[in-house]
């Protein structure tokens, strides 16, 4: 079955579970118009005072399609990111065995989003010991000839994909957050990350 999923920085919990899902042929969206207040420029996650997003700064050059869009380095972004993310999870039982290999998210450098995220995911993959193929598509659709999930995940309410609670380094005080980037999954879980994703339910359109 083939899956058009959209390209997203450091993606949610559900959409890693489809991407992983073996009977998924995965096709990831490059022709999109740019979206606003979306995962593919943010991602959440959980800090001392509860969900944090992340948000990587756009460059407004007119550019509109996926594809040509570039970051603004007009502020050190990644170094607050990163400081963020060892911050909410420095204390979380398996940070300090990934830590390395994510900081590594951190140094490439390249002006393009869309080579950012990549990148992002390669090294989520090796760290997950994961090596799903993917293609690019080679032009928008509107109607697209494989599953359309462009629009299945939301940064601004609540996920659709039924998850189980596990262990968050600050649920015991503010609550279990559901659906959280894949940091949050892999600094939590560990080695059970993708025993993990592979009991969520991925509902169809």
Known sequence: MKILLPIFYLPPISWFAVF??????????????????????RANIYG????????IPISHSGKRIMKQIEISHRENW???????????YQSSPYFEFYEDRLQKIF???????????????NI?????????AYSLNNEYAKVPSELNFRERFSAKKETEFEMEEYYQTFSDKLGFEKDLSILD?????????????????TKPI
């Open 185 to 201: 999954l892999i600094c939590n879980k560990g080695p059970e990350t993708l025993t993990y994703l592979k009991n969520i339910e």
């Open 107 to 121: 140094e490439f450098e390249t002006e393009s989003l869309i080579q950012f995220n990549l990148n992002a995911l």
């Open 20 to 41: 992983l899902k073996e009977e998924h042929e995965i096709v990831l969206e490059q022709y999109e118009n740019f979206p606003k207040q979306t995962y593919r420029n």
């Open 48 to 55: 001392a005072n509860g969900k944090l997003s992340l948000i």
């Open 78 to 88: 990644k170094q607050n990111h990163w400081k963020s993310i060892k911050t909410a």
């Open 124 to 132: 989520i993959q090796d760290i997950l010991k994961t090596k799903k």
